[in-house]
């Protein structure tokens, strides 16, 4: 039995206890979570407002890579006081008919859905329709977190109709783009209910989506989902612009890379990719490519529109000829391999304004000292 000091009881199904000087969260007398510190002090002007309409807007609005800025603002009030303050929270909550709108997501989704469990008829009849209006919204964050349970093993989305959600969303491309998108949602929701190491940290800190343009899709960011391989359908959207598939264990880039010759900036950075593709080179809008922690030994791929490259912390012995054939870049990332030596011919990227060499073995620099480079880490 826990030992508390305080007792709020929102309703016959929800209690909040306070144990150790931290506000708990019990739903039919089972401990669910524990409640994040109260936010008091909002670093925003009124007119900053306008376009928050949820708590998660909110919150998003100050996330950072570690933590959110919310949480880190200091306030000087006792645990007892900061335990009614969460009451409060929770009674305007259930007083608004469990409205997500008030309440962040990560908290409202997986009590509301304990909560049917365990037979709460004012959840069991809002919940779907709590789900649905998120979906509405058409926000990838909140809609694929959506496709993934926390604290439960079931995503929310099975209780929404496939059919259904398209219907709801009607994202407006064309229809060719829109069956390759519902193929891609299908495969990546498949892809992280089979892999047992997207826990609830992980899945917040990931933010999977789309953009569109002029009806096509033209951006795709399905970050750190363990995917595997470069699914087979990104390559259908031919007006792509930046792709990014980082953390996601991919072990090869598809020859057929080069059907998306629209691409811009590709990022599969921290992969365990070992060979690149001749293929490529064949795309001649690729400005930014990263491939930023991968298992490279060569680089042998020519890519004349190349502004940036990222090959650090790679396994790289030599300093790949084929960087030296392109003339547009601007910035070049080598650091952390094992290179030993700097062709003198690298003064013949005259655009290069950053040049990162540093943790490998190089002894010889001179060549590179005599350019005119603008950050360079040795």
């Keep these: 039995m826990y030992r508390y000091t305080m007792e709020f009881e929102i309703n016959e199904f929800i209690r909040l206890y306070l144990i150790n000087s931290k506000t708990e969260i019990f739903i039919k007398n089972e401990r669910l979570m524990q409640c994040k510190q109260a936010v008091l002090n909002i670093p925003l002007e009124p007119q900053q407002l306008g376009d928050i309409e949820t708590v998660n807007d909110l919150i998003d609005r100050f996330k950072t890579k570690d933590d959110y800025q919310l949480e880190e603002f200091p306030h000087s009030i006792t645990p007892e006081e900061e335990f009614w303050a969460h009451c409060?929270?929770?009674q305007f909550w259930y007083e608004q008919d469990y409205d997500t709108?008030?309440?962040?997501?990560?908290?409202?989704?997986?009590?509301?859905?304990?909560l049917c469990d365990k037979g709460d008829p004012l959840a069991n009849r809002v919940f779907l329709d709590e789900i649905i209006k998120s979906i509405e919204t058409w926000n990838p964050d909140a809609i694929l977190f959506l496709s993934q349970g926390n604290y439960v093993d079931e995503g929310y989305m099975d209780y929404v109709p496939n059919s259904l959600f398209w219907e709801l969303v009607k994202p407006d491309i064309v229809e060719e783009e829109l069956e390759s998108l519902k193929k891609l949602f299908n495969y990546t929701t498949a892809k992280m209910y089979n892999y047992d190491k997207i826990d609830e940290y992980h899945w917040l800190e990931k933010k999977p989506g789309f953009k569109t343009?002029?009806?096509?899709?033209?951006?795709?960011?399905?970050?750190?989902?363990?995917?595997?391989?470069?699914p087979n359908m990104i390559l259908e959207f031919e007006e792509l612009k930046t792709l990014n598939l980082k953390r996601n264990l991919i072990l090869e880039i598809t020859s057929d890379i080069y059907k998306l010759n629209n691409l811009v900036k590709l990022d599969l950075s921290f992969n365990q990719i070992s060979q690149i593709p001749e293929?490529?080179?064949?795309?001649?809008?690729?400005?930014?490519?990263?491939?930023m922690l991968n298992k490279l030994r060569t680089f042998s791929a020519r890519i004349d529109s190349l502004k940036s490259l990222d090959l650090s912390m790679n396994k790289l012995k030599q300093f790949p000829d084929a960087i030296l054939e392109m003339k547009n870049l601007e910035i070049l990332d080598l650091s952390h391999n094992e290179i030993r030596t700097v062709p003198s011919d690298i003064i013949k990227l005259k655009n290069l304004k950053e040049l990162n060499l540093s943790h490998n073995n190089i002894k010889n620099i001179e060549c590179v000292k005599k350019m005119r480079i603008e950050k360079l880490v040795l």
């Design 101 to 114: 709108r008030w309440m962040d997501r990560n908290i409202a989704f997986p009590l509301l859905k304990i």
């Design 88 to 90: 409060s929270n929770f």
């Design 279 to 291: 293929s490529i080179g064949k795309l001649k809008k690729l400005k930014v490519l990263n491939l």
């Design 213 to 230: 343009q002029d009806r096509h899709v033209i951006m795709i960011k399905y970050e750190g989902l363990w995917l595997g391989r470069i």
